[in-house]
C-alpha cells in the first residue's frame, strides 16, 4: 500500500521556519517532520511514500538523495574519489517526489499523483505537517472491512488554552489546555480508494471541499476514531510543544524502537 503526503504548501502561519524551507522539512529533535511522520507509517510496515511537493519541493529531492550522507559520518577518499558511510541506519524506504504545482489546492496535488498509485489498490494519505499515535494497520483493516470509497481518522482537537470555572469573584477551578468540546475534526490520516482521484476536477479543487464533502453525503466517508495524541504544526508555538515533547523523552507519536 502506497502513502501519499502532502507537502507542497507555502506554510504561512510559520514563517519564521518556512521562509527558507518548506514546512514538511521543518525539524523537531534535529530531524524534519517529514521523517517523523514517514517513521511512523513504516512502524506499521508501510513504506512505499509518495511525496506531493510544491514550495521549495527541490529541497525535498535533494533532502532524500542525500538523507544517507546527512545521517551518516563519512570518510571521503579523494584520491580515488570516494565515499565510505560508517554506523547509522538506512530506512528500507521507497519515496517518490512528485512537482505538484506550487499554487496547486490539496485536491489538485492528489489529482496530480494519480498515474503513481497502484489501480484498484487503496491508497494512505496524509498532511506533511502532522503526528500522532494512530495505529495505521488497524485504520487500514477497518478500512477494508467496511469497503466504502474514504476512511478518515477523526480526531478530538488538544486545547490551547486554560478552561476556568467561576463562580461570582472566584475562580472555583482550572483546567490547563482542556481538550475540545467532544466535537472530533480532520485529523488527516486517510486511507481512500483511487477512485476518490475522479471527484477533483483540476487543481484549484480543494480536498476537504467538493470531493470530502461529496465521500460524505453519499455515505461514502467512514470515520476512524482516535483518542490518542495528535497534533498538528501549523504555528511557531506548535513546533516548540512537540520539540519539547521529542526533547523530554516523550513523543507520543514516537512509535519505532
Not at 502513502?3 to 510559520?14: H, K, Q
Not at 514563517?15 to 514538511?24: G, L, N, W, Y
Not at 529533535?29 to 514550495?55: E, K, Q, R, T
Amino acid at each position: 500500500m502506497k502513502v501519499v503526503i502532502l507537502a507542497g504548501g507555502l506554510g504561512s502561519r510559520l514563517a519564521e521556519e518556512t521562509s527558507i524551507r518548506p514546512k514538511p522539512l521543518v525539524e523537531i529533535g534535529g530531524m524534519p517532520i517529514l521523517w517523523h511522520i514517514m517513521s511512523i507509517y513504516a512502524h506499521h510496515g508501510l513504506n512505499d511514500f509518495i511525496i506531493c511537493a510544491g514550495y521549495k519541493g527541490y529541497m525535498i529531492k535533494e533532502y532524500f538523495v542525500n538523507l544517507v550522507l546527512h545521517h551518516n559520518d563519512i570518510t571521503v577518499d579523494l584520491a580515488s574519489n570516494s565515499i565510505n558511510y560508517h554506523g547509522g541506519t538506512r530506512p528500507n524506504w521507497r519515496v517518490t517526489v512528485v512537482d505538484t504545482g506550487i499554487h496547486s489546492m490539496t485536491g489538485g496535488r492528489i489529482a496530480r499523483i494519480r498515474d503513481h498509485l497502484t489501480p484498484g489498490e487503496p491508497f494512505c494519505l496524509t498532511y506533511g505537517d502532522g503526528v500522532g499515535n494512530v495505529d495505521i494497520a488497524a485504520e487500514v483493516a477497518f478500512h477494508r472491512s467496511h469497503g466504502l470509497k474514504a476512511t478518515m481518522c477523526a480526531v478530538t482537537p488538544p486545547g490551547r488554552y486554560g478552561a476556568t470555572n467561576i463562580e461570582g469573584q472566584y475562580i472555583t477551578s482550572f483546567v490547563e489546555k482542556p481538550r475540545g468540546d467532544g466535537q472530533r475534526i480532520n485529523g488527516g490520516f486517510f486511507v481512500l480508494d483511487p477512485s476518490v482521484v475522479d471527484l477533483i476536477p483540476d487543481d484549484d479543487t480543494v480536498w476537504e471541499g467538493g470531493p470530502l464533502e461529496w465521500l460524505a453525503a453519499n455515505n461514502q466517508l467512514a470515520a476512524f476514531r482516535h483518542d490518542g495524541f495528535w497534533q498538528p504544526m501549523d504555528t511557531l508555538r506548535e513546533r516548540n510543544h512537540l520539540e519539547e515533547l521529542w526533547s523530554s523523552g516523550k513523543a507520543p507519536w514516537k512509535l519505532w524502537a
